[in-house]
């Protein structure tokens, strides 16, 4: 198989600890360029923009868009029109709308389109759906905390209009969420909680409603200190499962139980996934745990707290 000559646009923090990793360790695909206005001192070329690189390099078939939401979608359509496949980051775009024209371009210029969910390819996730299908969901909940200062140190675009804020880590949960329940659910009410100098919240708790009286609330907080916690817990007329650590690691009833992944990271399977669908010219573009984000800023009541990274 011919590797794929593959481009990454935005070189942040995301791009340099996962995707350019999990690009190295796949044998389909050569990192040809980047696009970047903070790139240097790297072994391949580098431009200013994506123009610039697709004028440059005629010979790239694919693109991975690792730059925030609020700008992705005209890049996207960029590449589309230049006849190049897609790589979004999650999420996928800064609105349903932009991401539904995303694909409609994509079907038309025969390019493969790609939503990525990372946490879906944590290594518990695939047992998780196993374990769950067939089973009868009667309550759960959700627990997503981190440190907003350790995992997006002096990222403005975070907290604007786009940016999502808390959403950006909860939906990794909404993404393993809509994986691996057996029945489909929707959001019944929200509270989101905005810093006063900050478009985006800090924290939000939902709550959930499935077929015959399911309910599920999600905590999720921006300002958890020391030990993170990401767990999905689902309690079922058959015994209960618990994700932990983003869906790393199972326990049934309390107790853990293996896994047969064993990948390097989450990203190595975006990659695999991906080499999959550009060998069978399929898209993949679920916008499933997007849904529930918008579902989230329609319903949510806002509370305001204190000002929050005063120096953003």
Not at 128 to 156: C, F, N, Y
Not at 173 to 189: F, R
Not at 197 to 213: L, R
């Amino acid at each position: 198989m011919t590797a794929q000559k593959i481009a990454i646009v935005g070189l942040g923090k995301i791009a340099k600890d996962q995707h350019l990793p999990s690009i190295s360790r796949h044998d389909g695909f050569d990192l040809a360029a980047i696009a970047s206005r903070s790139a240097s001192g790297l072994d391949v070329p580098t431009y200013e923009d994506l123009e610039t690189l697709l004028k440059s390099e005629a010979d790239i078939t694919a693109i991975a868009l690792c730059v925030p939401p609020q700008v992705r979608y005209d890049l996207a359509r960029l590449a589309l029109e230049h006849k190049k496949d897609v790589l979004l980051e999650k999420p996928p775009g800064a609105t349903l709308a932009e991401v539904h024209d995303l694909i409609r371009l994509a079907d038309e210029n025969g390019c493969v389109l790609y939503a990525t969910w990372h946490s879906r390819h944590a290594m518990g996730v695939a047992g998780a759906k196993a374990w769950l299908a067939g089973r009868t969901p009667t309550s759960g909940r959700i627990t997503w905390r981190e440190d907003v200062k350790h995992w997006h140190p002096g990222q403005k675009w975070i907290w604007e209009a786009g940016g999502v804020g808390v959403f950006d880590p909860g939906i990794n949960a909404l993404s393993i969420l809509t994986e691996i329940m057996p029945v489909d659910l929707h959001i019944t009410a929200a509270e989101l909680t905005f810093p006063e100098n900050c478009d985006t919240p800090i924290a939000a708790d939902i709550d959930f409603q499935g077929p015959k009286g399911f309910g599920m609330k999600a905590d999720f907080d921006w300002r958890q200190t020391g030990k993170q916690t990401w767990e999905i817990e689902v309690e079922t007329t058959d015994g209960t499962i618990l994700l932990r650590d983003g869906g790393a690691t199972v326990l049934i009833d309390g107790k853990e139980v293996s896994s047969d992944e064993a990948l390097a990271s989450e990203y190595d399977g975006i990659y695999a996934h991906f080499a999959d669908l550009l060998a069978s010219r399929t898209s993949d573009v679920d916008l499933s745990p997007l849904v529930h984000v918008a579902d989230a800023f329609m319903l949510g009541k806002r509370v305001t707290t204190e000002a929050f990274y005063d120096e953003q």
